[in-house]
């Protein structure tokens, strides 16, 4: 069982770019598959992107304005994103799975979710 915790959110102009973290304090998220979704006030939770137990394999719903990277040393998994819009305001989440060793872009797929980071892009 892994406990995530998401931050780097906040308030950005249109334009802008943000990193998110997922932080884990065990030691085994980095064997884990992590993926980033987000939800918007009446929307479904939507796959952004996602990185295999080794970070050797990723999955991308835009690879042009995402890029994630994993720091093992500090059980951090990141999500670059650039140039912002405001349809980007949202709350940004990660998963985690050791059930599937490569990277999974349905929600179900994740048995561990953190509490969410709020994106809000202003115009």
């Known amino acids: 069982q892994v406990h995530l915790v998401e931050s780097g959110g906040g308030l950005a102009q249109t334009g802008a770019s943000l990193r998110l973290s997922c932080a884990a304090s065990?030691?085994?998220?980095?064997?884990?598959?992590v993926g980033w979704f987000r939800q918007a006030p009446g929307k479904e939770r939507e796959f952004l992107a996602s990185?295999?137990?080794?970070?050797?394999t990723k999955l991308y719903a835009d690879s042009a304005r995402f890029t994630l990277s994993r720091d093992v040393a500090k059980n951090t998994v990141y999500l670059q994103v650039n140039n912002l819009k405001p349809e980007d305001t949202a709350v940004y989440y990660c998963?985690?799975?050791?059930?599937?060793?490569?990277?999974?872009?349905?929600?179900?797929?994740?048995?561990?979710w953190g509490q969410g980071t709020q994106v809000t892009i202003s115009s």
């Open positions: 065990e030691r085994e998220f980095n064997s884990y598959t």
């Open positions: 998963g985690a799975t050791n059930r599937y060793i490569y990277p999974r872009a349905v929600p179900a797929d994740y048995e561990y």
């Open positions: 990185l295999s137990e080794l970070g050797e």
